[in-house]
């Protein structure tokens, strides 16, 4: 899993080069709000994808290139600054979460700025239709975050519903950047469509993955109290495949423990929680359901000609799911 | 000054069916915040400033032309929702704000949800010059806003700077959307900077006249607490202007009475303020600059030929004026 990391490391530098670049041209509150979330770190995981299937697809990876990939950064940044208002988040990534460094306001505003400087950028291309995409996919990325909050507590949501909401939050904006970057590199309908695919599913994967692991960290040491998605109603996939497998009984018990009647959750209730989803294999479950989805991210890639690209868009589909484990 | 909006109403009508419809479409929770936002009333000054610019360089009023227009507005009510939350505001057009009502996240995200569905509307053109304009102005917005949270308490700010923010955060709309309806037109090079013209100095007069209105509503009543943009330490034009034009004692302590030693603003000190803006002669001196602005708005488009719509727009200049009166 390493490997994958290495291999990709020249490219994350180069895109966290341009990423600086444009914020350091950015006005002085926006550039230091803008560079906290940055240098909070992260993977980088839109602009890489960008880059490696425009790659893949012959297009040169200019500093153009580069530039339009950063705006689908921009945009994940964005709503990170919003969904950390949002959940009420006070770490992201064991800082304190922007709002509580710069306030509310500030947060809220720089978000909506980082929304219009990836508008911006794709804009600068005269691509109509990557504009097309890109301003599809913000409507439908707060579509999902509406969604899951009108979601919080229902603990008999299905595993569709699970599906629809992480498509709109998460893969939408993996899918878009594949595609964009597709349709500049000039492909075909069959290759931007196995681009898309492969976004799609690769951002599923990973929303799997990060699901998994606020489950899993209370799995490696236990005793911790169950994680914070749980705590602010959040019903993740774990959850749900484990419900769907649990005897009549114990299902009961998972779903009085965390629907709404139970009020703010103990630390008893949380670990009582983390207990079913184990006895009803929903880890597991939901591990299999990640790795079977990223080896179809890498199979949508198929038809294209073999490059080094294409290798490491398929290493890096194993590695998001490697993740959770 | 009934004459103007008597006149307007037809287009204004067609204007809110085509935003009803428009929001009609949205999910179910985007339609109830969009629509409660919507029904608080507004004058739909941007879309109508696009309709009429196009009308006046002869494009047809179609219904995808509305659409268009309607863009603007979203991106307006998007960033109302997102200033309600930042400004702490509890009421907007006599009701309870928008995040009172749904929540804060829900509100964050519905303003996101029409930015995106601004640029989306814009997008679907097919006219990559009219996008790159609204993905700057947006962005511009925001930088606008995050200014005047910088400018809070700043009592020795200038007339240059409250210019530099009041055309962010508003004009730039105003600018753009008329801008906009002028590329759509088919103009030549001078009308379209015309109607930008136009746009800016309308959206300058306008502001000014709602910042009056801040200190006005206080006049017409004594003893009512001066409005809320001194509560929250914004500084405006009359206030600039009044500072500049009293004698160095008095000026002081107007510095003093706002300035950020102060503390939270006591109705006593709000009083105090209030009169010695109005010794300053601050509200007269505004209210000049704004129909200054506004005369100047209508004859940025003295070189259009006429017709009724080049008429109604130097009737929203003189309108948009007249509210602070």
Redesign the interface.
């Known amino acids: 899993m390493t490997d994958i990391l290495t291999s990709l490391a020249p490219l994350a530098d180069r895109i966290n080069q341009t990423l600086a670049d444009l914020i350091a041209r950015d006005?002085a509150?926006?550039a230091r709000i803008g560079g906290y979330s940055f240098q909070g770190g992260g993977k980088r995981l839109r602009p890489l994808v960008f880059c490696l299937v425009a790659a893949a697809l012959g297009l040169e990876t200019t500093p153009a290139v580069m530039t339009t990939g950063a705006a689908f950064e921009f945009l994940h940044q964005a709503?990170l600054l919003?969904d950390d208002?949002?959940?009420l988040a006070e770490v992201r990534r064991g800082r304190a979460a922007a709002h509580l460094a710069f306030g509310?306001?500030?947060t809220?505003?720089?978000?909506?700025?980082l929304?219009?400087?990836a508008?911006?950028l794709?804009?600068?291309l005269?691509n109509?239709a990557c504009?097309?995409i890109?301003?599809?996919l913000?409507?439908t990325?707060?579509?999902g975050?509406?969604?899951q909050?009108?979601a919080r507590r229902q603990v008999d949501i299905g595993a569709a519903e699970y599906f629809r909401i992480i498509y709109r939050k998460t893969a939408v904006l993996l899918e878009g950047a594949a595609k964009c970057a597709a349709l500049l590199a000039g492909a075909g309908a069959a290759a931007i469509a196995a681009a898309g695919r492969y976004g799609r599913k690769l951002g599923l994967a990973f929303q799997i993955a990060d699901d998994l692991l606020d489950y899993q960290g209370d799995e490696a040491s236990l005793g911790k109290p169950v994680g914070h998605d749980l705590e602010e109603g959040k019903i993740t996939l774990p959850f749900i495949l484990a419900r769907e497998a649990l005897p009549p009984a114990r299902r009961e018990r998972l779903r009085r423990l965390a629907g709404p009647a139970a009020g703010p959750l103990g630390p008893e209730a949380r670990l009582e929680i983390h207990a079913l989803v184990a006895e009803g294999q929903g880890l597991a479950s939901a591990r299999r359901k990640a790795e079977d989805l990223a080896a179809r991210a890498a199979q949508a890639l198929a038809l294209w000609p073999p490059s080094p690209a294409r290798e490491q868009l398929a290493g890096l589909a194993g590695y998001v799911t490697a993740r959770s484990c």
């Open positions: 006005s509150v926006v709503s919003h208002i949002i959940d509310v306001p500030e809220v505003l720089a978000g909506d700025y929304l219009a400087k508008s911006r794709v804009a600068e005269d109509p504009l097309r890109l301003a599809r913000a409507g990325m707060a579509l975050e509406l969604a909050l009108g």
